[in-house]
């Protein structure tokens, strides 16, 4: 398995080396909390020079808004492979550390980039064959039968009990995209590439996160994700760009945080500026889990079989 | 009332559901990167036995099951309920004839059961895995027969029909599985 991993992080490195995409590395450690709600950051504290008091640092969630702060300053292409903390995730699928594979592409949107991911995966998962493509819209009618860009939370509530989710009825759910995330994690996501990979594209405006959203009736986020085996593997952005409207999805996220109760870190203030300052080129991002991709390309059922030493053991 | 958030979910754990008491068989932690966390567990249901899957949202909490097992000694029936003792409280309980189930067709008088508690009173009895009981009635086997193959209907102590080889006959002691209802071998009575 050491062996496995080494393995495919040489053949990433020299996919993006042909392809004159540079490594870069970004701090793990921040004095800013990503504010995603459905993200926590584990939390620690550094004590010494420039710091008596001691100083509140967060384990970075991912690396995106620093790599998008080297983009604004003119990085050009970049890729890093780094590891990733996310508090409150631990399972089958789930290490609260784990490895992940980020890059950006200026000048792409996320079709140009699912391109790219396609040809790097096909060559790290030769037997897979092509990918298929599917938006979100098309996922829910196919499996559902269902409009998940028109349904409310009563509809989407009924699905989930005429698809047998038992316990749906006693659900408290915070709205519409729990329940869409609900649906598309029980009854969708289990049946997405077997066995060809697909990309699973155009989420509800709802679901953006750092996407642009391309205006139309109903607007959509110009998200991917990508599915092997049923197991969630990279989710890509064509990135927002426009530091308003950045500015006002931190608000709107941190509000649902102190709706919910939860903790509020300090805001990133540095991302905005590179926004409005750099500014940050059109360009297209995805991260990957190389530990999941690992588990595919070793048939390993469970996240812990492909790590040196899980949480368990850690 | 205690209860138990998601995060403690584990196998073995009892929590109470739709107002039975119920273990966690298996909980699988689901969450898509950018969206809302669930468990969705396998659960049994001690009163039915049934098992259910279930899905809750993360960091929900569940009421705790007051369950409790322990080896209790049977000690005997009478007719209508079945009597029981710790032996080292020498406290007795009474269990029904839903708690006892099948294992009343192994029991004898002072076997030693695992017995689940629900707020104190006995929910599911389960007999030792393996028993010795005498046979009360079988047909007579033929000669030379060995224990491969065929077999024929015994009538237990207790009244249990099982499948024995031939050669075991009317007065012989046997050792039986509980858990699958099979003979092991013959045994002295004093096993």
Known sequence: MLRARAAMLREIRGFFEQRGVLEVETPLLSRHANPDPALDNLRTRYRG????????LYLHTSPEFPMKRLLAAGCGPVFQICKAFRDGESGVLHNPEFSLLEWYRPGFDHHALMAEAEALLRRLLPERGAFERLTYGEAFGRFLGLDPHRAD???LRQCALEQGIVG??????PGVDAWLDLLLSHCIEPKLGRPAPVFLYDYPASQAALARIRPGAPPLAERFEIYIDGVELANGFHELTDAEEQRRRFEAERAERAAQGRFQGPPDPWL?????????????GVALGLDRLLMIRTGAKRIDQVLAFALHNA | MATYSTNE????????????????????FVKPGKGQAFNRVKIRNL?????????FKSGESMEAADVLELNLQYLYTDGEFW?????????????DAAAM?????????????????????????????FVVLGITETDPGLKGDTSGGGGKPATLETGAVVRVPLFVQTGDAIKVDTRSGEYVSRASKDD
């Not at chain 1, 749906?168 to 759910?173: E, M, R, S, T, Y």
């Not at chain 1, 905005?272 to 297209?284: D, K, N, S």
């Not at chain 2, 584990?10 to 699988?28: A, R």
């Not at chain 2, 006995?122 to 007999?127: A, R, S």
Request: glycine share 10%.
């Open chain 1, 49 to 56: 020079p420039g710091a008596a008091g001691g100083l509140e």
């Open chain 1, 153 to 155: 939370s009563a509809r």
């Open chain 1, 168 to 173: 749906a009825d006693a659900l408290d759910l």
């Open chain 1, 272 to 284: 905005l500026e590179a926004l409005a300052q750099g500014p940050l080129p059109a360009c297209a």
């Open chain 2, 9 to 28: 979910f584990k196998g073995g754990l009892k929590i109470m559901l739709d107002g039975d008491p119920c273990s966690i068989i298996e909980n699988e």
């Open chain 2, 47 to 55: 009163k039915t036995g049934r098992v259910i899957e279930r899905t």
């Open chain 2, 83 to 95: 009597h029981f003792m710790n032996s080292e409280s020498f406290e007795q309980y009474t269990a």
């Open chain 2, 101 to 129: 189930g099948e294992s009343v067709k192994w029991l004898r008088d002072q076997d030693l059961c695992t017995v689940t508690l629900w707020n104190g009173a006995p929910l599911i009895v389960e007999p030792p895995n």
